[in-house]
Nanobody, 122 residues
Framework: QVQLVESGGGLVQAGGSLRLSCAAFGRPFSNYAMGWFRQAPGKEREFVAAISWSEGTTYYADFVKGRFTISRDNAKNTMYLQMNSLKPEDTAVYYC???????????????WGQGTQVTASS
């Protein structure tokens, strides 16, 4: 079992930055691929970014390329999402997830955090 806890969300003006963190507890963090997803009101959950267990491979949704950066520190059992140049359309609840293999599909992840709200105001 793996428990995931997100933090770092908040309210920021459009063009601003936030850094989300996802702390993992339980089984060895380094065994898992990790991902970030988001869900806006009335919309389905969508893929944002993912990173392999070794940090050798990263994946991004097209709408965040060049603005968001995913990273992980296996020694601290923590994953990060640095979000720059935030837009109002980035407003959503952001979730971190852990799974046995890196994928852009939500169904490929076995463990989920409770989510953290990100709001970018225009």
């Amino acid at each position: 079992q793996v428990q995931l806890v997100e933090s770092g969300g908040g309210l920021v003006q459009a063009g601003g930055s936030l850094r989300l963190s996802c702390a993992a507890f339980g089984r060895p963090f380094s065994n898992y691929a990790m991902g970030w997803f988001r869900q806006a009101p009335g919309k389905e959950r969508e893929f944002v970014a993912a990173i392999s267990w070794s940090e050798g491979t990263t994946y991004y949704a097209d709408f965040v390329k060049g603005r968001f950066t995913i990273s992980r520190d296996n020694a601290k059992n923590t994953m990060y999402l640095q979000m720059n140049s935030l837009k109002p359309e980035d407003t959503a609840v952001y979730y971190c997830a852990a799974g046995v293999a890196v994928t852009t599909k939500a169904m490929g992840y076995d463990y989920w955090g409770q989510g953290t709200q990100v709001t970018a105001s225009s």
